[in-house]
Each structure stands twice: as structure tokens, then as C-alpha cells.
């Protein structure tokens, strides 16, 4: 059945007034972080920068060590999403291969833990990060970054060992190798593009990640970048507008960067998901 032409027209109109939606944040905050001290305190602010200025990106790695911040967070978030792969690849082979009872309850658990708030998971992760000492540390964040990445991990990769023709493995071990050989000479190397997207979403997510790092960690050198924003708030709520936009800015361009890049994969796993289940 075709779809009628004003259907049409309003289903557009309904996109592009989602995507305008979407992009008024960033494209308001790229616009404030190039606004010179005047026009940030002006009454009418204007969408374009009159007079665009780099004097907030200087200001702003002068008053906050933004490298070193964002140093921590490249660390945390790229030790974060190998492990979540590592853990997650082996795993989802099992979860997608052998559909046993208590397979479809590890689908079930991995689906209903992504209902689970921060505020719940974060003092029982706070207890055992403290009994293995590593609070305000970024190994015990690293932990809770992939604790809290690997449900959606094993999600994406389930669906991408499933879209995987089984009749290949059969192949294989009909030739003499194992399964272990298998995963690894047959399964992995056709799941690359599905790692590298739960990799880079993992990363994406760890990167952006505030709350537990605002509450594990307290040590100045040991921040992120997300928690290292918060410094350019003042203790009476006021905010040093341009510098915080021109860090907010910085800080966002990575994750953009990334999910431009894995969406297109994001897309493909849970539509293989959805065909293979």
C-alpha cells in the first residue's frame, strides 16, 4: 500500500522537527562557546557570534587541566570498552548458539537490567569497590564501566552471532576443529564490524558517563572530563558561561564523532536481532 503524499509530507515535517529538536543543544552551546564576554551577557542573544572569538578556549585550559581530565577519561573509557568486548564476544556466542532455558533467562536478565536506575546499583557497587580498595581510583571506575556497559554489549552481540550462518561452524567441525577453534578462526572474524560498533558504543557511553565518576572519585587528578565541567560552576550556582561552553564543546565532539560512526552498526544488530530471534 503506497503511502499518500500528505501522510508523506507529515511524516517529514514530524523528522525534521525531531532532528531540529536534537540539534538545538549542541548547536546553541557551539554558538555560546565562540561568543565573546559582551554578547554572552547581552539581553538578546543571537544564534550567529557577531564578533567569534577563541578567547573561552583559552580561558578554559587555563583555569581547569582539561588535558589531563580528558587523558583520564580516553583511559577509563577505552580500558572499559576492550573489556566489555572481551567479556561480552564469548558470551554472546554462547547466549546466541545454545538455546537452553537458562539461556533465554540470561536474555531475559541482560533486557530487564537496563530498566535498573544508577541509584540503585551505585552503593553496592561503592561496598565492593571498597572491599577490593579501589575507590577513587580509575581501575575501580574502569569495573563499573563495564559492569554497567555489558548487558547492552551482550544485547548487540547476540543479535550479530545470530545473523552468523550456523551451517559455517558445521563446516568447521566437520573439518577437525573445536569450538574454540571455531569462535575464534570462523565466528570472530565475521563478527568484526559488530565488535567494533559495541566497542566504540561502549566507549561512547563510558566517555560520557557522569554520575559514577562524580561519586567514586575524589581526587582532583583523578576526575574525568565530565566530572572536570562542574569546576567551572561557582559555589553560589553561577555559571563562567563561556568557558564552560567552550570545555561542554570540546568534550562533545568525541562522542558525536563516534556515534556517527557506529549508528549504521547500532541499526544493523538489532535489526539482525530481530530477524534471527
Known amino acids: 500500500m503506497r503511502t499518500r503524499p500528505a501522510a508523506r509530507a507529515g511524516q517529514y515535517a514530524a523528522l525534521l522537527a525531531y ?17 565573546p564576554a559582551t554578547e554572552l551577557a547581552g539581553l538578546h542573544p543571537a544564534w550567529i557570534p557577531q564578533d567569534p572569538t577563541l578567547a573561552n578556549f583559552r580561558q578554559a585550559f587555563e583555569e581547569q587541566p582539561l588535558l589531563r581530565a580528558a587523558l583520564n577519561s580516553l583511559l577509563t573509557a577505552s580500558a ?3 573489556v566489555a568486548v572481551a567479556v561480552a564476544t564469548p558470551t554472546a556466542y ?5 538455546r537452553s532455558a537458562l539461556a533465554r533467562a540470561a536474555t531475559g536478565w541482560v533486557v530487564v537490567s537496563q530498566a535498573f536506575p544508577f541509584v540503585l546499583l551505585i552503593i553496592p557497587l561503592f561496598l565492593v569497590l571498597k572491599n577490593l ?14 559492569v554497567w556497559s555489558l548487558p547492552f554489549a551482550l544485547w548487540m552481540l547476540t543479535g550479530y552471532v545470530r545473523a552468523v550462518p550456523a551451517e559455517l561452524e558445521e563446516a568447521a567441525a566437520v573439518d577437525g576443529a573445536g569450538r574454540l577453534r571455531t569462535l ?8 568484526a564490524p559488530g565488535i567494533a560498533a559495541t566497542a566504540l558504543f561502549a566507549f561512547v557511553t563510558a566517555w560520557n558517563e557522569f554520575f559514577f565518576a562524580l561519586v567514586l572519585l575524589k581526587t582532583p587528578e583523578q576526575q574525568t572530563l565530565p566530572v572536570l565541567l562542574t569546576r567551572f560552576i561557582g559555589a553560589e550556582g553561577v555559571a563562567d558561561l563561556g568557558p564552560l561552553a567552550a570545555a561542554a564543546f570540546l ?10 560512526l557506529i549508528q549504521r552498526r547500532i541499526t544493523g544488530s538489532l535489526l539482525a536481532g530481530a530477524v534471527k530471534g
Open 184 to 191: 575464534v578462526s570462523v565466528t570472530v572474524p565475521l563478527l
Open 80 to 82: 572499559a570498552a576492550l
Open 133 to 146: 580498595r579501589l575507590i577513587d581510583s580509575l581501575p575501580g571506575l574502569v569495573l563499573v564501566y563495564v
Open 251 to 260: 568534550a562533545t565532539l568525541p562522542s558525536l564523532l563516534v556515534f556517527a
Open 94 to 98: 554462547v547466549m546466541a548458539r545454545h
Open 19 to 35: 532532528l531540529v529538536f536534537l540539534a538545538f543543544p549542541f548547536v546553541w552551546l557551539a554558538s555560546t562557546a565562540f561568543k
